[in-house]
């Protein structure tokens, strides 16, 4: 008898300790070296090489005994997530820890949204009906049948929409409040809206590379995405600390090659600037883009020759100049030197060249802020100022380090 309780017990521990694990916890230590805080510094943390023994389905994210919004995002489409991404304050000159814990159990757990994403198609009746993503072949046109042109995306500051078309354009909604509008207003408010202080579009893009767009470059002036085999627009990640949204291009006949390009865009919580990514299918070799700034109508301009490139200016934003005032916003780019080939200028805009020879990827930043931001800026001075202190600040990225 006390053989066979020995054994029963035996075979519980085994179990016990056969029992796959359904947690993994770790420390992100996150360093700061600059000499100024970092507000809402996004946090992004890669889960593509992480051993967890599990599929992951849910994750929270400590601040001391604090949870703080966090989100899962798969960015490849194979319904695993790629990366853990999360906003912080870290002091200057200082660092902070967070733990997180992934979990194999699926979490109903919800956070105020900070950011927001929507495409939506129209269909025979004028309804709108959401979309998360959409190909068409390069000759197709389906432009006028997506409501606002494509994908629009926001956080509290401002929002973004992209054009689905050949010039595959980054246009700008100015708000007089931070706060979150588009699922209401879906880019063009009512009269009602407007008179609560809802914002609207503030900048007319017509053939300019608008907010920092990515185009290709014949020696004398920014080109369209076209032609390509197919093109496709599509929300990866809506939110609630970020929205990443993607624009790809297949076969771009582009300087005698043939491109497969992805351009992704992504908006933090708390942030107006936009991180803008491209992801080429193979090294490039020698060909050349371009982006930078619209030259809006009447425009000043601030370059420090080496990447930035900003605009102050007013015009209106549409075409109706009767129901509409005119708008005046500032632009800027940030390029990182390394991929800086000349500061170039063509009608409709302020440019750099660029180039990435035997590379794949290509990373930099744009941004706007329109005048009628209670919470913006008010002069071409004040604006300047801005976009300087902005790129130093791109310049002194926090440290991620990951501990078990």
């Known amino acids: 008898m006390k053989n066979i309780i020995t054994l029963l017990l035996f075979a519980c521990c085994t179990c016990m300790f056969a029992q796959p694990a359904t947690e993994k916890s770790f420390t992100v230590e996150v360093t700061n070296n600059w000499k100024k805080e970092k ?9 593509r090489n992480l051993e967890t023994g599990f ?3 849910s994750a929270t994210v400590w601040d001391g005994d604090k949870e703080i919004p966090s989100q899962l995002d798969d960015l490849t489409g194979n319904r695993r997530p790629d990366e853990l991404a999360f906003v912080a304050n870290i002091p200057a000159n200082g660092s902070k820890n967070f733990r997180v814990v992934l979990s194999a159990e699926k979490s109903d757990r919800s956070y105020d949204p900070r950011v927001y994403a929507q495409m939506m198609v129209s269909d025979k009746n004028g309804k709108h009906v959401k979309i ?3 190909t068409i072949p390069g000759t197709s046109n389906i432009y006028n049948q997506l409501h606002h042109h494509g994908p629009a ?3 509290e500051l401002v929002a973004y929409r992209l054009y689905f078309d050949q010039k595959q354009t980054i246009d700008a909604y100015g708000k007089f409040n931070k706060g979150l509008e588009i699922e209401e207003s879906q880019f063009y408010p009512t009269d009602e809206q407007l008179a609560r202080g809802f914002g609207d579009d503030v900048l007319r893009v017509s053939g300019s590379c608008g907010v920092g767009t990515l185009k290709g470059w014949n020696g004398t002036k920014a080109l369209h995405v076209e032609p390509v085999a197919a093109r496709t627009e599509r929300i990866l990640a809506y939110g609630p600390v970020r929205t990443v949204v993607e624009v790809e291009a297949n076969d771009w006949q582009c300087q005698g090659s043939e491109l497969n390009m992805i351009n992704r865009y992504t908006l933090y919580a708390g942030h107006r600037d936009l991180l803008v990514e491209t992801f080429f299918e193979k090294p490039l ?12 109508k009447g425009s000043v301009s601030y370059s420090d020759h080496e990447g930035l490139i900003g605009c102050w200016g007013t015009d209106w934003p549409v075409n109706d100049t009767i129901k509409y005032a005119k708008e005046t916003v500032g632009l800027a780019t940030c390029i990182p030197a390394r991929y800086v080939i000349e500061e170039v200028k063509d009608k409709p805009n302020y440019l750099y060249t660029i180039g990435a020879p035997g590379e794949t990827y290509i990373r930099y930043y744009t941004t706007f802020t329109s005048m009628k931001e209670t919470f913006g800026y008010k002069t071409p001075e004040a604006w300047f100022e801005h976009i300087k202190a902005w790129k130093e600040e791109l310049e002194h990225p926090v440290q991620i380090t990951l501990r078990e």
Request: include cysteine; charge should be negative; glycine fraction near 4%.
């Open 39 to 47: 507000t809402d510094e996004p946090i992004v943390t890669c889960l």
């Open 132 to 134: 998360k993503a959409l």
């Open 55 to 57: 599929h992951i389905q």
């Open 285 to 296: 070799a020698q060909e050349v883009f371009c982006t930078g700034v619209q030259d809006v």
């Open 153 to 155: 995306f926001e956080s």
